[in-house]
């Protein structure tokens, strides 16, 4: 699952063309899907707010911050509607508000110290997200022994089963969501161009 953002009037001052849609109903073949894609991407690197990706796991931790740093921008719906893929719109006004305060927080050092906190944090999480893993495949060992190969979690007989949910609850969710100064810088990039944006 990821998080798609497209811009609703991009700066495209160098007028460059968007490649036509491939129709995906005629069954293209690989070349011309390969020859599609890179078309994309170089009209995308050229008009920079035309569009904007992460997966869910960048997302979560990307949007916490955009919602933490631009609480005065952003109004409690967007906050909460930019963590679903349910079409919501960003104005032009609040893109570039956003844009320019986490650039004004990336001049100023605020999003180095927040990215080393992040950082820490993930790693710290992973640490401990092995110990959890080595602790569910130990289990699997022992579970296959007794009953046989190819069992999932969910139909482990007791006590096995509650084991592993006890197993499961040490799992730290930080260790999924990494953040990254430079997705930032993407974003904000981003945002500055885009013209109001559409979460989807």
């Not at 001052?13 to 011309?32: F, H, R, T």
């Not at 009209?43 to 916490?64: K, T």
């Not at 719109?89 to 508000?97: D, G, Q």
């Not at 080393?116 to 579970?143: A, C, F, G, P, T």
Request: net charge negative; glycine share 6%.
């Amino acid at each position: 699952m990821g998080f798609d953002c497209y811009g609703l009037n991009p700066s495209n001052p160098n007028n460059v063309v968007k490649p036509e849609a491939i129709d995906w109903d005629n069954k293209p073949s690989e070349q011309d899907k390969e020859k599609y894609f890179k078309e994309i991407d170089v009209y995308e690197e050229a008009v920079v707010g035309s569009y904007f990706r992460n997966n869910v796991w960048w997302w979560r931790p990307l949007w916490e911050y955009v919602c933490f740093s631009c609480n005065d921008i952003l109004t409690g719906k967007d906050m909460e509607q930019g963590q679903y893929n349910s079409g919501h719109r960003i104005s032009a006004t609040k893109a570039k508000r956003i844009s320019k305060r986490l650039s004004k927080l990336l001049a100023n050092g605020t999003i180095d110290t927040h990215d080393r906190e992040m950082r820490l944090s993930y790693e710290k999480s992973n640490v401990q997200n092995k110990e959890v893993e080595k602790e569910r495949n130990d289990l699997k060992v022992k579970v296959e022994k007794e009953v046989g190969p190819n069992i999932v979690p969910a139909n482990y007989p007791e006590p096995y089963r509650e084991e592993w949910d006890k197993i499961q609850s040490k799992e730290d969710w930080n260790g999924h969501y990494p953040f990254s100064k430079e997705n930032i810088i993407c974003f904000a990039q981003f945002c500055e161009g885009s013209g109001g944006f559409e979460i989807c």
